[in-house]
């Protein structure tokens, strides 16, 4: 070691230092998936403001049902998909390994579950739609089941990412956890 007065160390050219520079692959890819996950977060927080406003507005009745139609049942427990991805964030700052692994299953109870019962729920009238050109239910002049499927689409893909790159940070940080158990 050398101190800013004294001379080098023996038998090193000062060249030895690029070794130390280097993040370990691991922490990197944590970082890296964190950034993705929290752009899918506010995503996802985009569409859940969207569904959010359709529910308050028709509840509240600020406007026509004509304008904004009432909300289709699926909708209802799809409010509670926001708690996996809060759930995700706050695993964050200390990576929190219980707190992603619960955001991951209930992301799939929460979002994926009442996106499928939705798609089911609305097929009957997505059906009619399509053989006969019949809408019932419109949000500003479209087709309530038209745009809700389009909603549904976005938020599947977000929801499927968030999974996905949320099991690949999972396993980033059992790399590091085990790294450290083999160093003890």
């Known amino acids: 070691m050398a101190s ?8 090193t050219d000062g060249s030895d230092f ?7 692959n691991h922490y990197q890819m944590s970082v890296s998936l964190k950034n993705e996950i929290k752009k899918l977060t506010y ?20 406007v026509s049902h004509s304008l904004v139609a009432m909300p289709y049942q699926w909708e209802y ?9 809060l759930l995700g ?9 219980s707190y992603l692994v ?7 109870l929460f979002s994926i579950a009442p996106l499928i019962y ?9 059906q009619q ?9 419109f949000i500003f002049g479209f087709s309530a089941v038209s745009v809700l499927y389009l909603v549904m689409v976005v938020a599947v893909q977000v929801h499927g990412w968030q999974i996905y790159y949320s099991k690949k940070l999972l396993d980033s940080w059992f790399t590091s956890t085990q790294e450290k158990k083999k160093k003890n």
Not at 49 to 57: K, S
Not at 118 to 126: D, H, K, L, R, V
Request: proline residues 6%.
């Open 18 to 24: 690029q070794h130390r520079e280097r993040v370990a």
């Open 89 to 97: 964030l706050f695993s964050f700052p200390r990576n929190n390994i």
């Open 4 to 11: 800013r007065a004294g001379p080098r160390a023996s038998g």
């Open 102 to 108: 619960i955001s991951m299953i209930s992301a799939g």
């Open 77 to 85: 427990p799809y409010m509670l998909s926001i708690i996996p991805s």
């Open 43 to 62: 995503a996802h927080i985009l569409l859940w403001v969207l569904i959010a406003a359709q529910i308050g507005v028709a509840h509240l009745k600020l």
């Open 129 to 137: 739609l399509y053989r006969h050109g019949k809408a019932y239910r």
């Open 118 to 126: 939705g798609s089911m729920e609305m097929f009957p009238m997505a």
